[in-house]
């Protein structure tokens, strides 16, 4: 069976002569693959009549894969549902909130809580089970493609049919128990919305403007059947195989990644970055990293050279692009890298998305790169299984729940909070060289030293508040803020003070707030004498007990503190009123004794492994600019065999795994 | 009771703890507030169930205010009606151009025309009238919130449910009298339009390409629903109360603002215009101020430092400019200055507007600010009390329903009549001190010298064209064109020339007529040799009994007249074949002997007051800029206790009360 | 009879009173015009109640005409159903992909498949021909108006009626046979969409991603569709009239311009464009004149001086536009021009286009160009008559089912097929006087040396294949590609090469291709030295076989070549791998012995003429630049009367019609 890092690539052997297949084994081993994704669409070819089942085409792909090294993932086709069953049970169908049911010719249209979708779901994966669950070749599952809430634009999307309409009034009841408690929680005297029957709650449409507690309660209900329809195949399958499962997500926030891995055994991601966005890659799989921590995830999706679908997207990639992508993965917590396609489609939407052989079964362009990257794989592979990522200790946090929300309730003019927590927050820290995990509310926060919260609306997820309270005390240093702890769970403002806990916590009283824009002010800090321009919003703070970090200078906050200190327990908090420049979130870390892991410059990740008898790094230059690179490391780049000590030259998009 | 100008707030004590009032009173005081709007969305609060009132929380907030000299203005709560009743009747539910009803949890989603909504309506608005009518804490009354079609886009907005579609075939029977009336009307042998029988007319939908005289009587029908929906109201208040009943309006022109305060007492009206656009509020106010001349205006709806919903919009205002916000209203003729809202909501979908004090109750930046404009009130409150605004017998005429055409029938390309009438002509006159009016096909000219009348398409509204020719000869100056007389009260063309009178009130033959734009047109002046570019249309005149008063220079209508004057009777008409700059339109005024009021910069409104026995100005800086400022004034300034003479320093957004 | 050129307009005397047709036929006369096209709309005024005629009106109208010598083009009403007809058989009305159907007040919004629709419109065009078929006056007759797919916007164009949707399935059995085989050719086993019969294939709609393959195929039928309504109405006519009988055209690609004119008797066109677009206006005219070549094609619609519906479109014209304008089609093959319209519409959703007298009967501005058009047709008369147009024997092939498969399959990104071909193919000859003739798959090609052969993604449009290679063997030059010969007929990839036959007729082997953009790539011509950059796609050949003209001298194709030459037979293939610039293109043209037919400037259209004892050429200047041109030619001006030698100076939007 194939070893880690696994290199490979999505194939559809359904949608091409079956004699092809030896061509193509040919060519996967000429580029170096060992493992293949295979049967995510391919329901009608597995069952073309209900319950008549045709499974020889597949085994013989597994079997001949398997006899050429190359393993199998095999994944659920429930996002694409045969004809013969939409046609015979539409109900199955996806419900738009103008009650609409998308017609057959396109995927994930199905409603996530149709028992009956669920029960015809189940029998395909239960054979699948029967027919794979014990192959050896078969080493990974994945359930669906892509699950996320579809149809409608945001803020109505996901399905509003008959049953969906029924758990959610559930949901309500259980969640509020008297609809007097919806009411007061959502105070729904406003407007005289008041309902007297959680049935009278309506779906959210698109017509109407609609309370943003409701748009949330909707988003989260809309999160968690989707959860739930995973684990519900998950279960099946935990049945009939020891192989890890899980199912390939995206970097959207619909459903959330936490939740939805809880019953996997494994994290898969698919993402689509290009030449300019490798930094936002190194964001994701810096989060995904954290979310299964013990086991390394899978990057089922990437491009090797361009996207498309009925056009091409983006162009095609420069040289070494396909390197550094594959290899990012990897250096940040993966054990496999897959391409999408194996081989382009010769019809159909996606006919123009780029691949590693043409459609006529010719290598493209980056095939060499491709091989070069397989033969990287193996030559660092020894290495990569012996040690692990070491971890620097600060962490980012992140919610999907409060990317959820942020769509509904911006708060800040334009803010987006994915985005602004990408750009604004890790990004200076990637190119800082802190090296950070990006962490969830969720998130066993032991081991970290320095917690970096912003736009963390809500501090109750997972029981956070407490649980942070706990960790600062014994010794943790929180960096929170700005407009984190500003919503209760309902999404309610506190009427006591701005903030839940953070006067308290923080030892202020906040004079005034004002929202950032269109004129930004100004602040300086006390020690050193920087001055900056705080952004997105603007609390000024009197000192109760805190040490002042930053007064404002300018606006109608001066003289107000911008950003506060105060000792609690063995920790500290350190309370930011606006959103910080690059340099001035580096001042507030390098005043609370963080330091980043090397000095790199901003182009390079660079993330240290250790294992029990090895150490080193693993280096991926992510702009196409190249250099040489200043790192406290010295020892033999795996992939040259050359020896670096502290200097290390790198090419445009290079790699490096130098093992001290 | 409190005394005018009125300084306040709107107030939702049904949305907090009914203990708060007396914290949210002693804060209203502090701010030096003397007016509160209530209950204008409390449906739900004030009738929870079917015939069941509650009215006791309402009367306590009253009574509380009331106590500590703080008046209140009552808003019926018909924008939104209780889940209860829309469930129980959901025919009065606003319908779609698509069929579609909203569902709840939105406002002012009824239909206006329904008579079951209507019959709820008179029982809430009845018992509110029962309990409040005679309260003499009460000092005013609102209708709805905000009436305006609502639903699609244009052009097909309003309400499409079964009970409309019977209203709007009454309409057309009771206007053309017979089918083969309309269809000679609007010449519907054009593409074989032509009906059968009213009820064959369609409401207009989203789909069809309408016929523009279609849409137009829509938009006449829509605007007359609401008008009769408040009046409805109105009747019923009347039985019941000596306060005066108004209903807020929006600088927006779905709902004819005269006809809807035909039936009123004064006229309410909100605004959301921002440091970029208090000369638009400025024409908005010169507008309502003549609505109901006798009675001054209330600015019902302002915002103290920033918009917003679930986020905010565009950012918080500068220093002072709440100031200049908040008198100018009272500069033009307002006795009322309302913010919305007196405490931020703590939650729903308006979250994120800026109020006066903070959901926790802690007074927000501009609130010192707020406390200085109630003094000034208060220190000019006799001066304004004795006086009114002096008019310059300028007058600009403004018609809803020529707005309403324009939106189906804008003649020249990307011609926006509300935008330019603001922009090209209000706007510049106000920069020039000419201290416009802005007056209404329904205006009494008798108090006018001067009229300009610019893309009044038609004139037979309200009977205006025999009044003005009867005012021409009695002696007024019209200033009329481009684009006025146009077109016949149908929106068809006249037939017999492109005017329905002008040639003839002018003395004219048009040569020539072309589209302005993509090459504007030179012309020039014969007197004094100014050059201009005309924009927008251009006219070519033959005099015919005229006198040229300026010919174009360049284009096809060289040698041809652009502007001719006419003595007619006692009086005079200018007639313009094309939109002037601003100077143009200058140098046309001063020809006709009309002078400025006052040679003050462009930045500073001056309004003039007189009384028996005081007189004054009231001066507000528009632009944040301030400057020293130039006007023929000696006196004090009520504000400061500062006397000045003819030289006036203003500060950024300052405002002066000059007695002299 | 009137004699061509035709100069006219449409007219619609049913939208004026009776007695004013002498008026406006004096104006006609005084503008110099020949024909008028009439009834086009007028189906209400023709058959006002179901099955009751009035001719009469029609009849005055078409005799008064001929008595002045005026000839008139019937229209067939079919765009216009009565109020009474889509009200007594709403099955007519077109039925969009929401199953919306549109109610009265538009055109063209009927079913084109619909029997009911169309047995009422075989009732009225027959009572037409009976009526006026045999009226000498009436010297041609036009179907409909514009037929086109409408509705929705793309991709989900076209009735979605039951009757369609039952048409579609036919027609899909009809052209698979089985089901199965349409699963094989769309490859369906893709996201598991194989069908288990024709009924389940859904016809398209805005809510589902469909393959791009059922989409086109949903293209095809509605083309198919029109054609055949257009068809059916011919018929009828053709049994009473002699007249030519055509169908007025748009320059938009939704129906098959070249199929619907199969069983009409001469093209009908109408443009829309203006200064900055003649040489659009050209295009299209090198592609209507060799639909049917034999018969000059008529110019039915253009304006005179601006566009407009409820607002003017683009402003007026400069000077000489109009002249120009009205002799391109002329001088390009046609024997009519026509505007669109007479006297502006007083009212309706069209009242703000320009015409040639205004709605009050007064003639606008450019009437006097109108009247110098028309004194010039008459003047080059004879000599039109007496030649044709000389065909440079060089054709660009151009298929508007490329264009349609082009929407759904753009192939490279951002990819326009019809723009890319008029402003980077088409234009680059037409400004370097290759004259060149636009082609389709269904033309004749013995009358041609070269063709260029861009962008045609499949080679098997009426049997072209078979037909361009014995071309070719026969002589032919053949430019081809890039992205020509790249797909099946079902839009399906070829599997055994990128192409179906290039690389065999090319002898190439394409090595590597890559998407254009972002960076473009260069390349370098091996004879002469020129460097050039590639655009939109890159292919990189290895000669075998071939001679390389140009290497790829940068990018991942660097080394391979971007064009060839090869010779077939007595003829050659020239295969291209990228979009060139204009001067690539040219040196290659060059490179194949082909020049241009004059060596003047980029802004003049020179079109030859010749007949059996005459000869000449017209001159048309597009840029309203002016200048002096030089070319073969020495000869009268017909128009000036001027002689010239070679050296020909035009005024800004000039025209000469030489005769040497």
């Known amino acids: 069976m194939p070893r880690p890092p696994y290199l490979g690539a999505a194939y559809y052997p359904e949608d091409w002569p079956r004699e092809q297949i030896d ?13 293949m994704r295979l049967a995510e669409f391919a329901w009608s070819t597995m069952e073309p009549r209900q319950g008549q089942f045709e499974f020889g085409w597949l085994h013989e792909a597994v079997d001949k894969l398997g006899a050429a090294g190359i393993g199998s993932i095999l994944g659920t086709p429930s996002a694409t549902p045969p004809a013969w069953l939409t046609e015979r049970y539409p109900e199955v169908l996806f419900v738009t909130d103008e009650g609409r049911r998308p017609g057959h010719g396109s995927r994930c249209h199905c409603c996530p809580n149709s028992p009956v979708y669920r029960d015809h779901c189940a029998r395909i994966v239960t054979k699948m089970g029967e027919e794979f669950g014990a192959d050896p070749n078969v080493i990974g599952w994945q359930i669906d493609n892509e699950v996320h809430p579809m149809g409608a634009p945001w803020p109505a999307r996901s399905c509003c049919c008959p049953v969906c309409r029924a758990r959610f009034a559930e949901r309500l009841a259980a969640r509020f128990g008297t609809v007097e408690a919806l009411n007061q929680a959502w ?16 779906v959210p449409n698109r017509v109407v403007w609609h309370h943003p507690s409701l748009l949330a309660e909707w988003a989260e209900f809309a999160s968690d059947s989707y959860v739930d329809f995973v684990a519900h195949q998950a279960h099946i399958l935990h049945r009939h195989t020891k192989a890890p499962v899980g199912t390939d997500m995206m970097p959207l926030i619909g459903v959330d990644h936490v939740a939805a891995n809880r019953v996997l055994d494994l994290v898969q991601y698919n993402h689509y970055n290009d030449e300019r966005t490798l930094h ?17 995830f899978w990057n089922t999706e990437t491009q090797t050279g361009w996207n498309g679908s ?15 992508n594959s290899w990012l993965p990897i250096a940040l917590g993966g054990e496999a890298n897959l391409y999408w396609l194996w081989r382009q489609h010769w019809t159909g939407h996606e006919q123009m998305h780029g691949a590693v052989v ?12 491709v091989r070069e990257i397989a033969d990287g794989y193996r030559a660092a592979s020894d290495f990569l299984a012996e040690t692990e990522v070491v971890s620097s200790g600060l962490g980012v946090m992140f919610s999907t729940r409060t990317a959820r929300w942020n769509q509904y309730l911006p708060i800040a003019a334009g803010f987006d909070y994915v985005g602004t927590i990408v750009e604004r927050i890790h990004r200076p820290l990637l190119e800082a060289q802190y090296r950070p995990d990006v962490v969830t509310p969720s998130t066993d926060l032991s081991g970290y030293q320095t917690l970096v919260v912003p736009f963390l609306y809500n501090l109750d997820e997972d029981g956070l508040r407490a649980r942070l309270v706990a960790w600062v005390e014994a010794g943790g240093t929180l960096v929170i803020g700005p407009l984190s702890d500003v919503r209760d769970a309902n999404l309610g403002k506190y009427r006591h003070a701005p903030f839940g ?12 707030s004002v929202p950032g824009g269109p004129v930004e002010h100004e602040l300086s800090w006390l020690s050193g004498g920087q001055e900056w321009t705080g952004s997105l919003w603007a609390d000024g703070f009197e000192a109760r007990g805190a040490e002042e970090l930053a007064l404002w200078s300018s606006g109608p906050l001066r003289g107000l503190a911008a950003a506060t200190m105060r000792s609690v327990g063995s920790g500290r908090v350190v309370l930011l009123g606006t959103l910080l420049p690059a340099q001035g979130l580096d001042w507030v870390l390098r005043q609370c004794g963080v330091a980043p892991v090397a000095t790199a410059g901003p182009r390079v990740v660079l993330a240290q492994r250790r294992g029990e008898s090895r150490q080193g790094a693993v280096l991926v230059e992510l702009e196409g600019v190249g250099g040489t690179f200043t790192a406290p490391l010295a020892g033999v780049d795996l992939l040259s065999g050359d020896r670096f000590d502290q200097q290390i030259p790198m090419e445009p998009f290079g790699v490096r795994v130098i093992e001290q």
């Open 23 to 35: 061509a193509d084994i040919a060519l996967m081993l000429e580029a170096g693959m060992n493992v």
């Open 187 to 202: 105070c729904l005297s406003l407007w005289s919305q008041a309902y007297d029957s959680f049935e009278q709650v309506p």
């Open 280 to 296: 936002v890659a190194a964001f994701w799989f810096d989060y995904m990293r954290g979310i299964k921590p013990t086991v390394p």
């Open 310 to 324: 009925v056009a091409v997207n983006g162009g095609n990639k420069p040289p070494g692009w396909c390197r550094a």
């Open 358 to 369: 043409s459609s006529c079964g010719r290598p493209l362009s980056m095939f060499a790169e």
């Open 501 to 512: 806990s953070l006067e308290e916590w923080a030892g202020v009283y906040t004079k005034f």
